[in-house]
């Protein structure tokens, strides 16, 4: 199973960018899958959710009301649609697939990375 993420850049406080990871190998409409951060000099810490279906999420409180997981099994791919985004939102941005199908949100409950893709969001 492979994971390709993309969509990362630098943009302005209170912009957007959407990420998207696209998933090869595997059965990907039967993966729970998720977003992940890390910033410099900090742990990798879970961003967003989403199980099997769609029809359950997680998301951080630092990013509740901002930031929205999406997926789309026809594609084989997850989003990650980011708004008023904030420079403390500056990380790489990784996303994971896990076997099980429900949502997760500690990184040992993931078996498949993504490569990452750095996101700098300036003030």
């Known amino acids: 199973v492979q994971l390709q993420a993309s969509g990362g850049g630098l943009v302005q406080a209170g912009g957007s960018l959407r990420l998207s990871c696209a998933v090869s190998g595997g059965t990907f409409s039967s993966y729970g899958m998720g977003w992940f951060r890390q910033a410099p000099g900090k742990e990798r810490e879970p961003v967003a959710a989403?199980?099997?279906?769609?029809?359950?999420?997680y998301y951080a409180d630092s990013v509740k009301g901002r930031f929205t997981i999406s997926r789309d099994n026809a594609k084989n791919t997850v989003y990650l649609q980011m708004n008023s985004l904030k420079p403390e939102d500056t990380a790489v941005y990784y996303c994971?697939?896990?076997?099980?199908?429900?949502?997760?949100?500690?990184?040992?409950?993931?078996?498949?990375w993504g490569q990452g893709t750095l996101v700098t969001v300036s003030s």
């Open positions: 994971a697939a896990r076997r099980t199908a429900l949502v997760a949100t500690t990184k040992s409950q993931y078996d498949y």
């Open positions: 989403i199980n099997w279906s769609g029809g359950r999420t």
